[in-house]
């Protein structure tokens, strides 16, 4: 029989604890992290300027960079893909890949979730759509970083969402008109001091929602790689490589798929966001 | 206690000295952040969404209209083919009267033909029995003067020939001698 005995708890958990002060895992941070350099190892490393204005540290990150990476990638591609449109109206090659996913924006997340008066919102969440996707594609690939993964990206991102949805809100149905139609109809009186916080909670609690979806998805698929390659070095044998080097794999599939997941719902969720606060009826 | 302080230690422990915590939120990424991403979607509305959205309602459209006229087309078709398939067997109706008036006509053709040509043969064949029968009389006839012919000369031989002097006058005395009896 196994008895209780806080004793040997308290052991564990200290071993447990002395074991992770002493094995260093900030090698895992170190790349799940922001960082004001990008670690080409063995290749170098290239330190990136310090920037301050008006007192705050505006200096270029890993992250700035990668999101400047996507940018130019987008750009690119996108301006070649408009100008094969010019050419002629049958898609090939790289515009095919494109016109798949903009049509699927279109008429899988758009149309049904906002419905009559989308094409207002269709290049805000076209944009956030391939751009969410650029930056995660980004991070699998080597030397990639992830910028989704950093909350104060994914945070702005959920913050313009909030800022298109109550204005596309308020422009359809007047400032006065969208603050009174967050409370459902025909509620009795006595209730309103309950609904009216929990309707002002509701509208930021979906962008919080969004951020640390995004974040939390693209950091944990990152730590658990990390973490699984990990092994090898924490168990000092070779014999936990194949293991270790499947599960990676399997998991760096499962990262591909959820990047692509994770565009779908931030636009899907903006979108259907929008979609409630244009048509308020509903 | 010591359990639970421990775990706390545990949860809240840093591996390294220098790593900082993902939740750190750096103000100077927000504000890259927001530059970045107004950027991209200006530059993308201009440069892609708008004539990309354009190209595809416009193709789309184009899809549209063209399946509609293929199915008018297609319905044309089916339509001229209804007519076409009533005016074959028409044709073939009229045809097979025209055949049938034709054989009807070759066959009286035929018979009337062959009635005349009956009947003429009838007439012919009367025609050459009135002709075989004219020229026999005819033969019969010059056979009859030529034997008269004959028998006349003959006679008249005959006759000259019996008729000389002895004999006249031997007839002549016997006539006589009668006369005399």
Known sequence: ?282 | MNTIGYLLLLVFSEGGEKSGSPLDVNPGVILWTVVTFVLLLLILKKIAWKPILNSLSERENFIKDSLEKADKAQKDAEKLLAENKVNLSKAEEDAQKIIEQGRELAEKLKTQILEESKVQARKMILDATSEIERKNSEAFNTLKGQVADIAVNAVEKILRETLDKDKQVKLVNKYLDDLKN
Not at chain 1, 97 to 110: G, H, M, P, S, W
Not at chain 1, 136 to 143: D, H, S, V
Not at chain 1, 174 to 198: A, D, E, N, Q, S
């Open chain 1, 1 to 282: 029989m196994w008895i209780y005995n806080p004793n040997t708890v308290s052991d564990t958990v200290k071993t447990v604890v002395e074991a992770t002060k002493k094995q260093d895992t900030s090698w895992i941070m170190h790349h799940v992290l922001d960082s004001r350099e990008l670690d080409f190892t063995p290749f170098g490393i290239v330190h990136l300027p310090e920037l301050h204005l008006f007192g705050i540290d505006i200096s270029i990150t890993k992250h700035v960079v990668f999101m400047w990476l996507a940018l130019v990638i987008l750009v690119v591609t996108f301006l070649y893909v408009a100008r094969t449109y010019r050419k002629s109206l049958v898609p090939r090659g790289v515009t095919n890949l494109t016109e798949v996913l903009i049509v699927f924006v279109r008429d899988e997340i758009v149309k049904p979730t906002i419905g009559k008066g989308y094409e207002r919102f269709l290049p805000y969440l076209l944009t956030v759509f391939f751009f969410i996707l650029t930056c995660n594609f980004l991070g699998l690939i080597p030397y990639g970083s992830t910028a989704t993964s950093n909350i104060a990206v994914t945070a702005t991102l959920a913050v313009i969402s909030f800022i298109v949805i109550q204005a596309g809100g308020m422009m359809k149905n007047g400032v006065f008109g969208y603050l009174k139609g967050l409370v459902p109809h025909g509620i009795p009186i006595w209730l309103l001091p309950i609904m009216i916080p929990v309707e002002l909670l509701g509208l930021f609690t979906k962008p919080f929602a969004l951020a640390v979806r995004l974040f939390a998805n693209m950091t944990a698929g990152h730590i658990v790689i990390l973490s699984l390659l990990g092994l090898i070095f924490i168990l000092h044998t070779y014999f936990v490589a194949p293991v270790s080097v499947s599960f990676t794999l399997f998991i760096f599939f499962l990262e591909i798929l959820v990047a692509l997941i994770q565009a779908y719902i931030f636009t899907m969720l903006s979108s259907l966001f929008i979609g409630m606060a244009v048509h308020q009826e509903h």
